[in-house]
């Protein structure tokens, strides 16, 4: 559980400035308003907060009395390191100084999660014709809001969880309503919300035959709320009295509350990255229903998951009486020794009918208009202080009673609105509950806390960070598909990194479950629920994503979702998102390709990302490829690239290149275990440990290994730089490789202007090569046994690749029209030099000189072509090749440290 930074206070001459630790205010001694608040450096307010003002004209646009324009007395009421109280006394007044008989009253609650409930207080001084009082024109920094969204309208329907989202910059907006019970103004990093838990504080009226077409001088009458983007400029405003004549006496008062919350209020914890959820349930009481065997606990363990929701039976709304109280602790005991936490699947809301707090309560504590769930359970409302006490005794005594690891909590995000008035719920479209399902999330908050254990919440798209700051991870995905949801909605809901949050994923309104939907869920990084899966393909692919994270180690890592990073550069419609460990200058990045067409992304697109690539390697994991140092060192030509498929992803595992080979992963569920190479051995020793596990997928970086020590034979999957290989767990496991083969030598030759003169033997010819020719060069490649394997397609790649073979550079000398000697141009990106290479002599004809006059026509060409340098690589047992080519008049050339002796010896050795 993220701990929240203690509140700093410090106070000058004309302010109190607060901190926490994401974000700052500062109350205004002068105006006794909110001057400031930031977030992560955003600013959020462009004009004092809450701006009262009021008017008896009957157009006010020119005769309002501000909060603004009049002083204010300031006072410090308390200060503890969760909440700071400050209050403020002052009046109503125009620019010019002139008075209204209105005072106001302000006290500001400033919690450590960057909520601040304000209590707003108005009364008469004197008599007056009251006819408009509003919390104030807010305008909102235009700077920092990039968008906004807002409750559904509560007059035009009793549901919650009806947002509506609007990018500022991309047009003006002018709406409003009877009851808005919140708007959220922010960016790809924060956001800054107001919540209006009461509608019974607003009263407005309508004036017939009057010269204003709606009988209202400010526009549309009735609108208690008014949310606008002007000219890029966002605002706000609240009505208490709007176009109501209102005569007030002295003595007269009008009071309210609301709430202000920044976010993200703390930065989320990187443990909750790291959760992969096995989903038990159940979720309302079952009769004779019995928690899972050790044989089913050990199987989640090793498909990768560390965390278990449900195992507790027991009604909703009476969680202190759970069935078999005894095997529900053996469960949680097996459950931590396969190394899962367990976290009980409660509700905020529900009670169920056969418990005796619905006998008693459930007329006095539930949420009217009833909502029922299932023939099963009431719903009782989250503003009902009994239903809240009841709750938090029983959520209390069973988290006592066993060794819970968190809180998975459930609620209705679209029954925040209640108008039972048996608990206080009043008005016309009833009370904004969320204030009082922020007690109970607090009170979990802090029952949790005590343990340093998890919370997650099905908040779904709810983004309230009066609620989201008690929070580890939000819950997505049982309302709609996530895909289903346009870019904006996506980007204002689905970046939990804003509230401060994880994510974490159901995925069963999904189409499919493949690679397109992890591309999709990996950009906003909503890690799928492991049992989610419809087959067992499906829930492999799940269990494999999510081992991969975890040998990864995500839970030690700083994540940045699609959201929080800028776009790719040339690779259009790729998101990337990405892991960074910093402890071990590693990154895990994976690229989504959620288009329809495939996208080559240049390895460079990562360096803004993740820094400079040299002395690194990348690793693409689907691909089984390797990238390693030296290619990604390369000055000049093309650099390497990766396709990522159209529909897909691909996942890079950046890290340091030790020049040797390495383990790159271990899928288990947990992070991948230390590894030792050892020089003098040529061999890299690891242990994979795992209690349920035999055998775990692991990834080499480094040729193939010669062997693995142990009973089993290991078989290998070459890739690319890599291998993969299924080892054995829970025993030392040696990967033994041959010594690494020497830097090829090189000569070089420049002498083109004295090309000696020779004649070949009788009955052989020199001919250039012709289309035709590649099954007749892959046969003398072959022949010669150390050129390695050849086949037309190859020696097609030679001929097509970047650094490939000259058609017309390459030549063949033939015997009776048969192709048996070959030399060939070979010219590639990054050097400007041609090189001599692949020659070969079939061993029937060797001894005749047959590589001189190859090489001697491949030399020929080149100085025809104007090229007055080339070179050559050869190895030290090719002892005759070298007389050849020092024959030729090539000179060694020393390119690496062991050059000098290796031609000394070569050198004495041919005389």
């Known amino acids: 559980m993220r701990e929240l930074a203690p509140i700093a206070l410090h106070e000058t001459e004309t302010a109190f400035h607060l901190s926490g630790g994401t974000w700052e205010c500062s109350l205004s001694k002068v105006t006794g308003l909110l001057e400031r608040a930031a ?30 324009h009049a002083t204010a007395q300031v006072r410090l009421v308390s200060v503890e390191a969760s909440r700071v109280i400050l209050e403020s006394v002052g009046g109503f007044a125009k620019v010019d100084g002139s008075a209204i008989p ?25 008599a007056l014709l009251l006819r408009w009082l509003s919390l104030g024109q807010n305008e909102v920094d235009p700077a920092s809001c990039r968008f906004l969204a807002h409750e559904g309208d509560a007059a035009e329907g009793f549901a919650t ?23 959220h103004f922010g960016n790809d990093r924060g956001g800054f919300e107001v919540v209006f838990p009461h509608s019974d504080r607003v009263s407005w009226g309508w004036t017939d035959t009057s010269p204003y077409p709606t009988g209202d001088p400010l526009g549309r009458a009735g609108e208690g709320m008014v949310i606008r983007v002007a000219s890029g400029r966002p605002s706000w405003e609240a009505f208490a009295i709007r176009n109501l004549r209102t005569p007030v006496d002295e003595g007269w008062k009008w009071s309210d509350t609301f709430y202000l919350s920044l976010l993200p209020g703390a930065m989320s914890d990187p443990r909750a990255n790291d959760l992969r959820v096995w989903w038990l349930g159940p979720h309302q009481y079952r009769s004779g229903w019995h928690p899972p065997d050790e044989k089913s606990i050990a199987a989640w363990a090793a498909a990768g998951a560390n965390l278990v929701i449900g195992g507790a039976n027991w009604r909703s709304g009476d969680y202190s009486h759970p069935e078999r109280p005894a095997d529900l602790d053996r469960f949680i005991e097996l459950c931590h020794r396969y190394g899962m936490r367990v976290l ?21 504590w539930r949420i009217e208009p009833v909502a029922e769930f299932n023939y099963r359970s009431h719903l009782m409302c989250y503003g ?33 609105l209640c108008r039972n008035e048996r608990h206080g719920c009043a008005g016309p479209y009833g009370r904004c509950t969320a204030p009082g399902l922020r007690r109970m999330a607090r009170h979990a908050a802090d029952l949790v806390r005590k343990r340093q254990g998890l919370i997650i919440v099905n908040t779904n798209i709810l983004p309230l960070g009066m609620l989201n700051s008690s929070f580890d991870a939000r819950l997505l995905g049982e309302w709609r598909d996530p895909e289903e949801a346009d870019p904006l909605s996506q980007r204002v809901f689905y970046n939990a990194h804003r509230f401060g949050c994880a994510n974490l994923l159901l995925t069963g309104k999904l189409q499919s479950i493949d690679e397109r939907a992890l591309a999709l869920t990996e ?9 989610g899966g419809r087959t067992p393909d499906e829930r492999d692919l799940l269990s ?14 700083h994540a940045e979702n699609a959201f929080e990073l800028p776009p790719l550069p040339g690779a259009p419609g790729v998101r990337a998102s990405i892991y960074r460990r910093h402890d071990r200058d590693e990154c895990l990045v994976t690229l989504s390709n959620p288009g329809a067409e495939d996208v080559r992304v240049p390895l460079t697109a990562l360096v803004p990302l993740c820094g400079p690539l040299a002395g690194r390697m990348v690793v693409c994991v689907e691909a089984t490829r390797v990238f390693t140092a030296s290619e990604l060192s390369t000055g000049e030509g093309p650099y390497p690239s990766v396709d990522v498929p159209a529909g897909s992803l691909r996942t890079l595992w950046i890290r340091p290149d030790p020049g040797a080979p390495c383990l790159i992963y271990a899928l288990t569920g947990r992070e991948r275990p230390s590894a030792e190479w050892s020089q ?12 349920s596990l035999s055998t775990a997928e692991v990834l080499l970086a480094g040729p193939e290994p010669i062997g693995i020590a142990g009973d089993a034979a290991v078989e290998f999957q070459v890739g690319i730089g890599c291998v993969r290989a299924e080892v054995p767990c829970n025993v030392p496991v040696v990967a033994s490789y041959p010594p690494p083969r020497l830097a090829q030598l090189k000569m070089r030759f420049t002498r083109f202007d004295r090309l000696p003169e020779a004649r070949l033997p009788e009955g052989y010819e020199v001919r250039a090569y012709r289309p035709g020719d590649e099954a007749a060069w892959a046969a003398i490649l072959n022949a010669t046994e150390s050129l390695g394997k050849w086949d037309v397609a190859r020696v097609v790649r030679l001929l097509q690749g970047q650094r490939h073979a000259v058609p017309e550079g390459t030549f063949f000398v033939t015997w009776k029209g048969l192709p048996v000697a070959t030399a060939t141009t070979v010219i590639g990106p990054g050097n400007l030099l041609p090189e001599v290479g692949w020659v070969g002599v079939v061993p029937a004809h060797q001894g005749h000189r047959l590589a001189f006059h190859v090489c001697l026509a491949v030399l020929r060409y080149m100085r025809d072509r104007g090229f007055q340098e080339t070179y050559l690589l050869t190895d030290d047992f090719r002892l005759p090749a070298i007389k050849t080519y020092l024959r030729l008049g090539f000179e060694p050339e020393i390119a690496d440290p062991s050059h000098p002796a290796r031609w000394q010896r070569i050198l004495s050795e041919i005389g």
């Open 680 to 691: 003098e051995d040529h061999a890299l020793s690891f242990m994979i440990e795992h209690p």
């Open 102 to 126: 209105l005072a106001r009253r302000l006290r500001f609650t400033f919690d450590a999660d960057g909520t601040v409930q304000v209590d707003v207080s108005v009364e008469a001084r004197g």
């Open 544 to 557: 494999r994503r999510a081992r991969l994270l975890a040998s990864f180690g995500v839970g030690a890592a």
């Open 384 to 416: 009902a202080e009994g239903w809240q006490e009841h709750w938090e005794r029983e959520v209390s005594a069973a988290w006592e009673r066993h060794a819970f690891d968190g809180l998975y909590i459930d609620f209705w995000a679209g029954r925040l």
């Open 161 to 183: 969880a009806r947002p509506a989202c609007h990018a500022v910059g991309e047009g003006d907006l002018d709406l409003g309503g009877r009851f808005i019970p919140w708007i």
């Open 523 to 531: 950009a906003y990084q909503g890690t799928p629920v492991l049992s």
């Open 344 to 364: 009980p699947y409660v509700t905020f809301t529900d009670l169920e009918f056969g418990t005796p707090a619905f006998a008693a309560h459930a007329e006095e």
């Open 39 to 68: 977030t992560r450096g955003d600013h959020w307010l462009a004009t004092p907060l809450p701006d009262l003002w009021a008017s008896e004209a009957v157009d006010p646009r020119a005769d309002r009395f501000q909060a603004r």
